[in-house]
């Protein structure tokens, strides 16, 4: 057997990261996407299940609603992408003001 193997020094650096913060307010903008897509949904659940299955234009059935809730997460997902409720604005501030970071300013260019 041989000695240990050795890797080159440049191997063992760590990579290079973005300033801190960047990378933060992405996260903090699709955790809080997230957040208002699951309130959405929670919010149109009662809305959908009151729609009748049998006179839907897609025949309806057991079919159309076992996958009902997924339409729904769907549409609440499009929503809060779209701009929703504003909700997700709310939180992404306040997610990055619990860390000590603010949203860049709108008027920045």
Do not use: K
């Not at 234009?57 to 996958?67: C, H, I, R, S, V």
């Amino acid at each position: 057997m041989s000695g240990p193997v050795s890797l080159p020094t440049d191997v063992l650096r760590p990579t290079v990261q973005a300033p801190a913060g960047v990378h933060d307010v992405a996260r903090a903008r699709e955790a809080a996407v997230q957040f208002e897509t699951a309130f959405l949904s929670s919010m149109l659940q009662p809305v959908f299940a009151g729609v009748s299955s049998q006179d839907s234009m897609f025949g309806g059935g057991a079919g159309e609603e076992a996958f009902r809730s997924f339409m729904v997460d769907a549409v609440a997902r499009q929503a809060a992408r779209s701009g929703g409720i504003g909700l997700a604005d709310r939180v992404q501030a306040e997610l990055l003001r619990a860390q000590g970071l603010e949203l860049p300013s709108q008027g920045a260019s």
